[in-house]
């Protein structure tokens, strides 16, 4: 008989495991949480159905003892806790005196209404050893009971009732049948002080027994609100809200790159600009020649090139026509900015010519391009006289 009932279990929990073979990742490990909290009204149940009571104490032994109803209420707090509340209860049958569950009233026992409102906590044990599942068929459920135990009897002619606290446990077994539907089979007991259910020792009634209620009902769970769980790995990322369209953001992030590549083009420029060497004014007056540098883009001459200016004009013939022409070179700039340049280039060293005492009337003002051709040495001024 043990051997019958080792090899029983072991089939229904060999069946049990069996359903984890599509709860595995690509490496064949069983996949388990974290899982994401869900909201309050999400992963509720309820259940109705109907089975038989049972009474067992120190001296009777167990037969059936009436109908059972059982209704509850409870939410999954986790894939694998949860708990309820509910009743179960109606009718229960015990003769004190021969020690048996029975159906009916008799000369000798009582028939007896019992109700038990209480609450569980549960387990489902193989979403904790193989994770969670949504579509496993079979979930052993095992859970932990206390509440109000209330026993009405008849004692002679009289109909009186009793009530203790009670403690049990049990297995719910759920059976899926779909997303919101499930067949259950509660399997549970309930411990209570035995004075509650009269036990006898020969015609001497004993109070300090224990007496127990199982109890075994079937019916329909159904679920309330969402019923799966996600893990932490699915979570969708919340979306950010920008101030902008997706068109307005890639063309920021174009005008962006522009912005850089052009930054990198001027820093570029200007180390460059700073090891060529300086742009020159060239004045030619008879035999004489002279060519004065200016910076890139500037238009007035550093104190060492003012300085070999106003060595050059010492030299020249006082009262004789002068030409100034101000160049510039292309390859820099725009046209009309290089126009300005080689005008304002000419401009000022005319104006340096009449501070060291030549005559404005004598001096005549030109502007061409690349003087010397395209490159920097074109960024000069001519003096013919």
Same mark, same amino acid.
């Given at each position: 008989m043990y051997s019958n009932?080792?090899?029983?279990?072991?089939?229904?929990?060999?069946?049990? *495991?069996?359903?984890?073979?599509?709860?595995?990742?690509?490496?064949? &490990?069983?996949?388990? $949480?974290? @899982?994401?909290?869900?909201?309050?009204?999400?992963?509720?149940?309820?259940?109705?159905?109907?089975?038989?009571?049972?009474?067992?104490? +120190?001296? &009777?032994?167990?037969? *059936?003892?009436?109908?059972?109803?059982?209704?509850?209420?409870?939410?999954?707090?986790?894939p694998t806790v949860g708990a309820r509340?509910?009743?179960? /209860?109606?009718?229960?049958?015990?003769?004190?005196?021969s020690g048996y569950t029975t159906t009916v009233g008799n000369g000798s026992g009582n028939f007896n209404q019992q109700h038990y409102v209480h609450g569980d906590l549960m387990w489902n044990i193989l979403n904790t050893?193989? /994770? !969670?599942?949504?579509?496993?068929?079979?979930? %052993?459920i095992p859970y932990a009971s206390t509440g109000w135990v209330r026993m009405n009897y008849t004692s002679g002619k009289n109909r009186v009732h009793d009530n203790e606290w009670g403690l049990?446990?049990?297995?719910?077994?759920?059976?899926?049948?779909?997303?919101?539907?499930?067949? *259950?089979?509660?399997? $549970?007991?309930?411990?209570?002080?035995?004075?509650?259910? =009269?036990?006898?020792?020969?015609?001497?009634?004993?109070?300090?027994? @224990?007496? @127990?209620? =199982?109890?075994?009902? +079937?019916?329909?769970?159904?679920? %309330? /609100?969402?019923?799966?769980?996600?893990?932490?790995s699915s979570i969708t990322?919340? =979306?950010?809200?920008?101030?902008?369209?997706?068109?307005? !953001?890639?063309?920021?992030?174009d005008a962006n790159a522009r912005l850089e590549a052009d930054k990198k083009a001027l820093a570029a420029e200007l180390e460059a600009a700073r090891n060529a060497a300086p742009d020159t004014v060239y004045v030619k007056a008879g035999n004489l020649k002279a060519a004065f540098y200016f910076d890139l883009g500037k238009s007035v001459l550093s104190q060492k090139e003012l300085n070999h200016l106003a060595d050059f004009a010492e030299q020249l013939a006082k009262g004789e026509k002068v030409t100034v022409t101000g160049s510039a070179d292309s390859g820099? /700039?725009?046209?009309?900015?290089?126009e300005k340049l080689a005008s304002k280039r000419a401009k000022y060293v005319t104006d340096q010519l009449v501070k060291c005492g030549l005559s404005s009337d004598d001096?005549?003002?030109?502007?061409?391009?690349?003087?010397?051709? &395209?490159?920097?040495k074109s960024r000069c001024a001519v003096v013919e006289q």
């Open positions: 009932s080792v090899a029983i279990a072991l089939m229904t929990f060999s069946a049990a *495991f069996a359903q984890e073979n599509n709860n595995r990742d690509e490496n064949g &490990n069983i996949v388990r $949480g974290p @899982y994401e909290t869900n909201s309050f009204g999400d992963n509720w149940f309820f259940g109705v159905g109907a089975g038989a009571n049972a009474i067992l104490n +120190a001296n &009777n032994n167990f037969g *059936f003892g009436g109908l059972a109803a059982d209704v509850f209420l409870g939410k999954w707090f986790t509340v509910g009743y179960k /209860g109606i009718k229960d049958s015990f003769d004190p005196k050893i193989s /994770g !969670y599942k949504e579509t496993r068929v079979w979930d %052993i049990g446990a049990g297995i719910f077994n759920n059976f899926r049948l779909g997303d919101r539907i499930s067949l *259950f089979v509660d399997l $549970g007991v309930v411990s209570i002080r035995g004075a509650v259910i =009269p036990t006898y020792k020969g015609n001497v009634l004993d109070s300090k027994t @224990y007496s @127990y209620l =199982p109890s075994a009902t +079937a019916g329909l769970k159904f679920n %309330i /609100g969402r019923t799966n769980w996600d893990r932490h990322p919340v =979306p950010v809200v920008l101030p902008f369209t997706e068109a307005q !953001y890639n063309a920021l992030k820099t /700039g725009s046209k009309a900015i290089n001096i005549t003002v030109e502007t061409v391009f690349d003087i010397f051709g &395209n490159n920097k």
